[in-house]
């Protein structure tokens, strides 16, 4: 039973599941609060607190090798702009619905992307060893509170430099390769 609890909530966590709707299209409120629809998709809230689901990737685990700048572990999806856009110094509100109201939503990472324009792509870079380099990317800190019944607000701590993004759940590779993305634009400057 309590093996069969684990999983539930590490299945919870990874994988998106659409949650029962009720007769209306919308899902049910609590308090005036609308939750996201899908489980562990990551969501930004409109102007109007309305959930909308980031681009969401599969990523593709790569390795590369090379003499002068080491070897290199990366997550790399297709694309070099997301759709999803805020403008630079906008603090965007992200939502995330978890499986049980007791878990925590603690293993979720934001992580600058590296644009790979020749080969029109995205990449979240994990680690990388070198002669003069042992690095991978630095998430950003992110505040977490509780939002509705069974979901959390996601808040960079200061506001995010102009680039592409990424949030990923789990510390390692090989515990989730989907990707939520979006991008900061930066002011037009006078």
Same mark, same amino acid.
Not at 43 to 56: A, D, F, G, S
Not at 59 to 85: C, H, K, M, N
Not at 156 to 164: N, Q, T, V, W
């Given at each position: ?11 919870? *966590? ?14 049910? *409120? ?6 996201? @629809?899908?489980?562990?998709?990551? #969501? ?14 599969? *990523?593709? &685990? ?38 049980? !109201?007791?878990?925590?939503?603690? @293993?979720? @990472?934001?992580? !600058? ?14 680690? @990388? ?11 950003? #800190? ?22 592409? &993004?990424?949030?990923? &759940?789990?510390?390692? *590779? ?5 990707? &939520? ?6 002011? !037009?400057?006078?």
């Amino acid at each position: 039973m309590i093996q069969t609890l684990a999983f539930m909530i590490a299945l919870g *966590a990874m994988l998106p599941i659409q949650t029962p709707q009720t007769s209306g299209s919308q899902p049910p *409120a609590l308090s005036g609060i609308q939750e996201p @629809e899908d489980i562990s998709v990551i #969501h930004y809230l409109n102007t109007k607190n309305v959930p909308i689901p980031l681009e969401m990737h599969r *990523a593709q &685990y790569q390795t590369r090798d090379s003499a002068f700048r080491g070897s290199q572990e990366t997550l790399v999806i297709s694309g070099t702009t997301s759709p999803v856009q805020f403008t630079e110094g906008e603090l965007p509100t992200f939502v995330v619905q978890v499986l049980l !109201p007791m878990q925590l939503p603690t @293993e979720y @990472e934001l992580f !600058p992307l590296v644009i790979r324009k020749k080969e029109n792509q995205r990449a979240v870079i994990l680690t @990388e060893q070198g002669f003069w380099t042992d690095t991978g990317s630095r998430g950003y #800190h992110l505040r977490v509170q509780r939002y509705g019944q069974n979901s959390f607000k996601i808040i960079s701590s200061s506001p995010l430099p102009p680039g592409e &993004y990424a949030f990923k &759940y789990g510390l390692s *590779a090989s515990k989730s390769k989907d990707l &939520y993305c979006f991008t900061i634009v930066a002011k !037009p400057r006078l």
